[in-house]
């Protein structure tokens, strides 16, 4: 056994038990990759790369432990996909976590023992999603956006640990800003926030409208149009998020 396979399996081992993600500098610690090395030798690949990272121990290659890590995760996914195994180590919340493929998700769902009032109501999931794109935001914004009270949907929301307080506003008062957690980017399989969709993309296609019965006047052809239904609150809230800063803060400063 060489050592690039001998790294691939001490990454595999400590990813395979890790309850959390680690970023690549973690996990090149854990294996005690770091000993002599500086912080910017781990941290810069460009430098390792080209034979400046002095401090680098013997164990580890030329090119910085980090690079080593990156390498051998690249090399364990190839050798995942190649032999059709149900999982790959991917990026998420900042770090590296393996991870089932989204085919096996209802399997997993019926291990865990999953059921349905664990899942997030309708509420809970626009107040998530206005927090997400509008962070770090008031209760006050966060209500006029909804039009509703917000306090209760928004503590079960911070006792799940998908929100959480990210500060004060520089107002009268100093009211507390809410913003996502860690949490929220793992259960999401998010890596940052940058990877939140698009507001074009979660925008449903109009539907057709029905041509207007010749025989109807106006006041009966508007008859029987519901525009208080949940894909019309939802559509709504999309618009709002479009005007979302692109600089929002990312969760994993957490």
């Known amino acids: 056994m060489n050592e690039d396979q001998e790294l691939m399996l001490r990454v595999e081992a400590v990813l395979m038990t890790a309850d959390r993600p680690l970023g690549e500098r973690k996990v090149a610690s854990i294996l005690d990759l770091l000993d002599g090395a500086s912080a910017s030798d781990a941290s810069d690949d460009s430098e390792a790369a080209k034979g400046e990272g002095g401090g680098v121990d013997a ?81 006050a914004d966060l209500e006029s956006i909804r039009g509703v009270a917000c306090g209760e949907v928004l503590r079960g929301l911070m006792d799940r640990r998908l929100a959480r307080i990210a500060g004060r506003a520089e107002e009268v008062g100093r009211p507390m800003l809410y913003g996502t957690t860690r949490e929220f980017l793992e259960i999401f399989g998010l890596a940052n926030l940058d990877d939140l969709p698009q507001a074009k993309e979660l ?52």
């Open 59 to 139: 164990k580890t290659s030329d090119r910085g432990p980090v690079a080593d890590i990156r390498a051998a995760i690249a090399a364990l996914n190839n050798a995942y996909e190649d032999a059709g195994r149900s999982f790959r180590i991917e990026r998420v919340a900042g770090g590296l976590q393996v991870l089932t493929l989204p085919q096996f998700a209802a399997d997993i769902a019926r291990l865990k023992g999953v059921r349905q009032q664990s899942k997030l109501s309708q509420a809970a999931l626009e107040t998530l999603a206005i927090i997400a794109y509008r962070q770090p935001i008031l209760r």
């Open 203 to 254: 925008r449903p296609a109009p539907a057709a409208k029905p041509k207007p019965s010749p025989t109807k006047n106006a006041e009966t052809a508007s008859e029987g149009v519901d525009v208080e239904t949940p894909e019309a609150g939802v559509a709504a809230m999309v618009e709002v998020a479009e005007t979302a800063p692109t600089d929002a803060t990312d969760a994993t400063d957490d």
